[in-house]
Structure formats: structure tokens, C-alpha cells
């Protein structure tokens, strides 16, 4: 089969990121980024919402479509660990623009998870100090995660490590005296026990339009599970800490969700004013704290509040990291200026990292507009922009495999293989598509009253499509042929 010419290439990724993360720091950078809001803060809104059993279903559908796509990432990653990752594989497997406009879009959206993970910040702090205004905690939290940034990566690896354990300490606490009280053991609060399921309109609340304003939390709550693939870029030995991380990563990620929805589900009713709302009575209240205070345990309470800071803190760092590293690939890769490519001599690129920071700013106009509304504005908008990402991974994978068997090499040629292709990104895909357009459907049947609420859900999807079909029509680009996909790095037997 003859090469193609190299003016064919779309621009390939080199990078010159120091590689210091091993295994456990990718598991925890991993986890670090997924347990934050959507477990401690916003997990209330799941039950409140579409009642225990509603927000069960919801975190198993999510949790095994990120299943899908942490195989399918994989195989990627392991096939090429740059920084760029998905964005990266995007442009090389689809399509330069579909890159393009993945690349911008996910890098705003973790920018903004910054900012939203700092505005629940500053509403857990308002436990301790409700006369201080939001502003100052939000300045002060952004210039420590800065600080853990911009020094070194193995620094920062180091850091998330530990930062993480604390929330995983601190999970399966929670697991197990929420089990203690499931059984009598320790004593529950006055409305505790598995008739929670049956009251009122449980276990399904809501109907449809709970369940897919639940995956949409839920969608939140796991992203991040994909920075082990952003993170291969400075990972060393990426063919076997990239898998493994994965694996543990998942695994752990669904147990702590799925089983600590359970449990918040049964010893909190979903009619409990104090769970998060749409009206968002008190963002600063976290179930895990109302589950300790219906135990008895006040001081583990305010000891809560404190880890809950401590996570979200960790989330946002993670966060602060990874799209640091996705505008960086972007600069590398010529699709964005190149005066972002720029590292220090400790290999962090810190204009990249500058830029980014700015973007986290956005939380300070919280304090300007009222802290529960920017907050709830905030997650829906990361939410929509990270399924795409998501979106961008499945049709990456299902692509790559396709050029591949194209190209004349087998499947067995590869260092990882997804074990669930073609059915988990086919499946990932299709799911993404589902969630990112029925979120809010129903508000089209009163559009000219709820036609804010139409804009503010949906406007990602035209941003989207217009920086894909911008550059298309820019540059010239179309979908990338099958024969001139670059499989350079797979070695044949």
C-alpha cells in the first residue's frame, strides 16, 4: 500500500513534557479530578431531583459509558501518550477542525470547572465564616492552586497524590458508617431506613426529564476519570501504568459513587429541604455532612466541611493541570499561539498555565451575581462541553481501529486493546449524543417563555459546531481518510 505524502499529515504532537508521573500518581491525578463537587455537593441535587432509585440509574448508565471510554482512551493513550491526548487523537483520526474545536472546548470547560469548583469552595467556608465575602477565600484558594502548578510536574503529582487520599479516606469512612447505620449499629437520623425508596413518588422521581437532569450531574460527577490519558503525556512507562491506572481508577470511582448514592439515598429522603435543588436552598451543605449530623457525630460534621474543602481544592488543582497540558498540546500542535508551547526549565508551561489561571477568575463574578446561581450556571455549562469530550474519545477510538485493519495491520499489533470494541464506543457515543440533546427538552414546550433556559442548556452545541466549521472552512480541512491516518508508533510483529 503506498504512503501518503507527508503534507497529508495533519500536524502530529512532539512534545518536550518531563516524564515523572508513575502509576499511583495517574491513579490519583485520576481521582483527584473526579471526586469533588459532583460526589461531596452535588450528589444531593441527584437524589433531590430523581429520587434514590432515578439517581442509582443514572450513575450506573454514566459509570459504564465511562467504562467504555476509559478502554477505548487506553488503547489510545498507550498507542500515543502525548499531552494533547483525545484532542490530539481527534484531529489525527478525524477530522483537524473536529480537533480543533474539541481541543478550545475542553480546555474552557475544566477553565471553568476551576471556577466552579472555587465558588463551592467559598460556600463551605461560609460554615465557618459567614461574615467574610466569598471574594477573598476564592482569591487566595485560586493562588494556592496556581502555586502547586507552577512548580514542578512531580511536585504537582505528589501533591494530588496526597490530596486525593484524603478524599479517599475520608469516602470510605463515610461507606461504612453509612453502612453501620443502615443496620442499627449507629443510630440514623428520624427519617432514616429503606422506606426512603417507597415515599412519596420514590424510588423514580421526575419521570424522563429527572433522569436526564441527573446524567447530566452524574456526567459531571465522573468527569475527570479521562485526565489518565491527558496526564500519559508525563507518565513514565505509559504502556504499563497507562492500563493499569485506568482499571483502578474506574473500578473505584463507581464503587465509591454508585454505593455512596445508595447510602445517602437510604438514610436521607429525597424530600429532605436540606439536599441541593434547583432553587439551591444551601450549596454549603454537603449529604455527607447530613448524614453525620443524623448519627450524632457534630465535630465529624464540621470535620466534613473541612474535607469537602479539601476535595474540592483537589478537584480544582487537578482541573488547573489538565487544561493546562490540553492548551499546551493545542500550542504544540499549531492550533493555538505558539507562545503557549513555552516551558519552564522544570517542564511546566506556564504561560499556558497563566492563561488558564485567568479563566479560573470567572469565579469572582459569584461574588458579583449571587453565589448559587453562577455556581449551578457554571456546572451545566462544564457538563455539556466535557461530553463532547467524551463524544470526541468514542468517535476517535471507533476510527482509529477502522484506519488501522485499513492500513494492513491486526489488532494483536497493538501494546493495549480495548476489550469491548466496537460495542463500548458505539455505545459511548450514542449515549452522549441522547444525554447532550434531551438534558432539557421539555423546556421546548414553552419556548417563548423558557427561551433563556433553552440558551443557557444548549449554547455549547453552536459554539461547538461553529469552531469545527470555522476551521474547516479556514483551513480546508475534511475528514481525515482512512489511508492517511498515521499509525507510525504501532509495531508489527
Not at 501518503?4 to 504532537?13: G, L, R, T
Not at 443502615?182 to 419521570?207: C, D, M, R, Y
Not at 469552531?467 to 508508533?489: A, K
Request: with cysteine; hydrophobic share 50%; proline share 5%.
Amino acid at each position: 500500500m503506498s504512503h501518503p505524502h507527508p503534507h497529508q499529515h495533519p500536524v502530529v504532537e512532539h512534545d518536550d513534557l518531563h516524564r515523572k508521573l508513575k502509576a499511583r500518581h495517574l491513579t490519583m491525578i485520576a481521582l483527584g479530578g473526579a471526586i469533588g463537587t459532583g460526589l461531596f455537593v452535588a450528589s444531593g441535587a441527584s437524589i433531590a431531583q430523581s429520587g434514590p432509585g432515578g439517581a442509582l440509574l443514572a450513575y450506573c448508565l454514566i459509570g459504564l459509558m465511562v467504562y467504555c471510554l476509559m478502554t477505548s482512551l487506553g488503547e489510545l493513550a498507550v498507542h500515543m501518550p502525548v499531552a494533547g491526548s483525545f484532542v490530539t487523537y481527534s484531529a489525527l483520526y478525524v477530522d483537524e477542525g473536529f480537533g480543533f474545536a474539541l481541543g478550545w472546548n475542553y480546555w474552557f470547560s475544566l477553565a471553568v470547572t476551576i471556577a466552579v469548583e472555587l465558588t463551592a469552595a467559598q460556600l463551605v467556608m461560609q460554615y465557618w465564616f459567614p461574615e467574610v465575602p466569598g471574594i477573598y477565600w476564592s482569591a487566595g484558594f485560586l493562588a494556592l492552586m496556581f502555586a502547586l502548578n507552577a512548580f514542578s510536574v512531580k511536585g504537582f503529582g505528589e501533591a494530588e497524590y496526597w490530596f486525593a487520599m484524603i478524599k479517599v479516606v475520608t469516602v470510605v469512612v463515610f461507606l461504612c458508617v453509612g453502612v453501620l447505620m443502615i443496620l442499627g449499629i449507629l443510630k440514623g437520623g428520624p427519617q432514616s431506613g429503606w422506606h426512603n425508596f417507597t415515599t412519596g413518588e420514590a424510588p423514580f422521581v421526575g419521570g424522563l426529564p429527572g433522569l436526564f437532569a441527573v446524567a447530566m450531574i452524574a456526567g459531571f460527577s465522573f468527569q475527570g476519570t479521562e485526565t489518565v490519558g491527558v496526564a500519559a503525556g508525563e507518565a513514565a512507562d505509559p504502556g504499563r501504568t497507562i492500563p493499569r491506572a485506568i482499571r483502578q481508577t474506574f473500578w473505584r470511582i463507581l464503587l465509591f459513587y454508585v454505593v455512596a448514592i445508595l447510602i445517602i439515598g437510604v438514610l436521607i429522603p429525597y424530600t429532605d429541604p436540606n439536599l441541593l435543588r434547583n432553587d439551591v436552598t444551601d450549596v454549603g451543605v454537603s449529604p455527607f455532612a447530613l448524614v453525620f449530623q443524623h448519627a450524632g457525630l457534630a465535630f465529624a460534621a464540621a470535620l466534613m466541611n473541612a474535607v469537602v474543602l479539601t476535595a474540592l481544592l483537589s478537584a480544582g488543582t487537578s482541573s488547573m493541570y489538565v487544561s493546562t497540558r490540553i492548551l499546551y498540546g493545542l500550542a504544540v500542535s499549531q492550533r493555538a499561539p505558539r507562545a503557549l508551547a513555552k516551558l519552564t526549565p522544570n517542564g511546566v508551561p506556564f504561560n499556558a498555565l497563566l492563561v488558564t489561571t485567568g479563566i479560573g477568575a470567572l469565579c469572582f463574578f459569584s461574588s458579583l451575581f449571587g453565589d448559587k446561581a453562577v455556581y449551578l450556571w457554571l456546572l451545566n455549562t462544564s457538563a455539556m462541553t466535557g461530553f463532547f469530550a467524551w463524544l470526541g474519545i468514542a468517535v476517535s477510538h471507533y476510527r482509529f481501529r477502522k484506519g488501522l485493519l485499513y492500513q494492513g495491520y491486526k489488532v494483536s499489533d497493538l501494546a493495549y486493546r480495548s476489550p469491548l470494541y466496537p460495542f463500548g464506543p458505539i455505545f459511548a457515543g450514542v449515549l452522549c449524543l441522547v444525554i447532550v440533546g434531551g438534558q432539557n427538552y421539555q423546556a421546548f414546550t414553552d419556548i417563548p417563555g423558557r427561551w433563556q433556559e433553552i440558551v443557557s442548556t444548549y449554547i455549547g452545541v453552536p459554539v461547538f459546531l461553529a469552531l469545527w466549521l470555522g476551521y474547516r472552512i479556514v483551513r480546508g480541512t475534511r475528514m481525515i481518510d482512512y489511508e492517511d491516518m498515521p499509525f507510525e508508533l504501532v509495531k508489527k510483529d
